[in-house]
């Protein structure tokens, strides 16, 4: 068993003063590929030293010590994955969307299910993608939500102890989309901002707020253009979907007049704070467009093998010098939110469109850590393990036979295509405790699971009943 000593001083995920994760090997996924056993100090929720450089900063500690420590041995220690696009107001409706086509899916299933949530149902559905998250070894996430009731999914978010970029989904149009989903843009705007204004920077600056008009088909170009400007004078995140399936390219085209990334570049959406999920369908000058802007694109293989989307190629996005991170979308069309999975399709997806350059194991992991982070904006946060970055770690048990007998000679490659959820020991962020040996320190799992249920059985009587919230 690792990390008895110590840890019944946390508290249920209390922040300690002090924490020491020793005797592991450090993952850093920092620029130099640092790859060391050895300890990790964490002091008042900041990285203080990594590996050699923990010997001498314990002797200065009040004390002379840690308050507490974690037995990290036959482990890998890693920077926590960013999850860098996700949907947590559609885990409720895991296995009732499974359509294979995304506007149909979208039309037929997801908006009428979101149409359908109360406050209720919403803090169930956030708070068990949360407790799947955090036990996945997840410390980060970018989260769009549906239209209404946001704040329910802050108040988990903060409650939770996991850092977030989230935002409300701006929907002011489109075809099959419900009534309770479509509001005034300006109503819509208005309360965007108002989020911004109650959360952004919130839980000691973990919460951050973003602008998430879901995509072209559900906004006007007034909408449009109306989020660019407040991006640019409140520096939020514009996070949407981007050129995912051949159906929605052809529908943009015939609503637009062209393809998404060349809209949002001559309306002003596109920059350093535009992420945009998915991009398999993006041509070569588009790539150059989103790089010229310094975008970012996020890879969800998992969704897209699902809905039949297609195959991102991310060794393009790479070659254009764009900032790219990985998540598996929501659980309405994954049907899991398991980081380790998309690592795994990620580069078996990679062999199969770009044979001779593929993506190494360790550029999937940089997917999902650093460079996650870095197209969120967070990369001087979080994302690697370095001195003066944010606590957020992950321990991984590399102990068990299906990671054996080389996970040492290539540790790159044992994450990516070996390990599994169920190998997390330890998720902390900010040197705070969430998850540890199969214990929840923020969460209740088994209240969140039984409650999820009875709300998943009520959202679907208001969805055959009509009477949507």
Request: proline share 3%.
């Amino acid at each position: 068993m690792h990390g008895r000593t110590g840890l019944a001083r946390t508290h249920g995920g209390a922040l300690l003063s002090t924490f020491l994760i020793h005797s592991g090997t450090l993952i850093c996924m920092d620029t130099a590929g640092t790859v060391v056993p050895g300890d990790l100090l964490i002091q008042d929720g900041l990285i203080a030293a990594v590996g050699p450089a923990v010997r001498d900063a314990l002797p200065q500690l009040p004390g002379g010590g840690a308050d507490a420590s974690y037995d990290a041995a036959g482990c890998f220690v890693l920077p926590g994955l960013v999850h860098a696009h996700l949907h947590l107001c559609q885990t409720l409706f895991r296995g009732l969307a499974e359509q294979s086509d995304l506007l149909r899916w979208l039309r037929e299933s997801i908006w009428p299910l979101e149409a359908a949530h109360t406050e209720a149902s919403i803090a169930a559905s956030a708070r068990l993608g949360l407790c799947e998250l955090v036990a996945g070894g997840v410390t980060c996430i970018n989260d769009m939500g549906t239209v209404r009731h946001t704040a329910v999914i802050a108040d988990a978010l903060e409650e939770s102890g996991i850092r977030a970029v989230f935002g409300k989904a701006l929907m002011d149009a489109g075809e099959g989309v419900p009534a309770e989903l479509k509001q005034r843009r300006e109503e819509a705007l208005e309360e965007a901002l108002a989020l911004a204004k109650r959360y952004d920077g919130a839980a000691a600056g973990r919460l951050r707020v973003s602008l998430a008009p879901r995509f072209i088909l559900s906004c006007t170009e007034a909408l449009w253009r109306d989020v660019a400007d407040a991006s640019a004078e409140n520096r939020l995140i514009v996070h949407t979907h981007l050129a995912e399936s051949p159906a929605e390219a052809r529908a943009v085209e015939a609503a637009v007049g062209g393809t998404a990334a060349r809209y949002f570049a001559g309306r002003q959406v596109l920059s350093e704070r535009f992420v945009g999920a998915h991009g398999v369908w993006v041509e070569d000058d588009e790539l150059a467009l989103l790089s010229r802007a310094r975008a970012a694109l996020v890879h969800c293989p998992g969704s897209n093998l699902k809905l039949g989307s297609g195959l991102a190629n991310v060794r393009a996005w790479r070659r254009a010098g764009i900032r790219a991170g990985l998540g598996s979308d929501g659980a309405a069309c994954n049907n899991r939110l398991d980081t380790f999975h998309e690592m795994s399709l990620a580069a078996g997806i990679s062999r199969v469109l770009v044979p001779r350059e593929p993506l190494s194991e360790k550029e999937v992991l940089e997917l999902a850590t650093r460079g996650g982070a870095e197209s969120l904006g967070l990369g001087a946060v979080t994302g690697s393990l370095e001195a003066g970055k944010q606590g957020d770690v992950m321990v991984l048990d590399v102990s068990s036979p299906h990671l054996a007998p080389n996970e040492d000679g290539d540790p790159y490659a044992t994450i990516v295509h070996a390990a599994r959820v169920s190998d997390v020991r330890l998720t902390m962020v900010s040197g705070r405790i969430l998850y540890r040996d199969g214990s929840w320190a923020t969460l209740d799992a088994e209240r969140t699971a039984a409650e999820s249920r009875a709300e998943a059985r009520r959202l679907r009587g208001r969805l055959e009943t009509g009477a949507a919230r």
